[in-house]
């Protein structure tokens, strides 16, 4: 296990399990880092706004989600507080760019 595994605890392994086909992205990085660069079909929630906004958002708490920020620092913050919600199905993407590139899609600006 690397230092970036270890820092993020569990999150960084749950990278490395396989990602349903049906599984949302979800970008939970800020609408202006969104519009620089997300994977294409990503939901934008950010972080700060998930306790507003996943009720309305994620209503299936069972449907698998692929939750990505810059680093994956957000997306493992957003990644437990999802589960303390309830949510089953959580995956750390880490960054745009290896989710993109493990799902092969590209990224989309703008």
Not at 23 to 40: C, F, N, T, W
Not at 70 to 97: H, I, K, V, W
């Amino acid at each position: 296990m690397n230092w970036f595994s270890k820092m993020l605890g569990g999150g960084a392994n749950a990278s490395a399990e396989p990602w349903p086909d049906e599984a949302l992205i979800v970008d939970v990085r800020g609408p202006g880092e969104y519009q620089s660069g997300h994977v294409e079909g990503a939901l934008n929630l950010p972080l700060n706004e998930l306790p507003r906004l996943a009720g309305a958002q994620l209503p299936d708490k069972a449907r698998p989600l692929v939750l990505y920020c810059q680093s994956g620092m957000r997306s493992e913050s957003a990644r437990q507080y999802l589960q303390s919600c309830g949510y089953t199905a959580l995956f750390n993407g880490c960054s745009p760019g290896a989710v993109a590139l493990r799902l092969q899609r590209p990224i989309v600006r703008g």
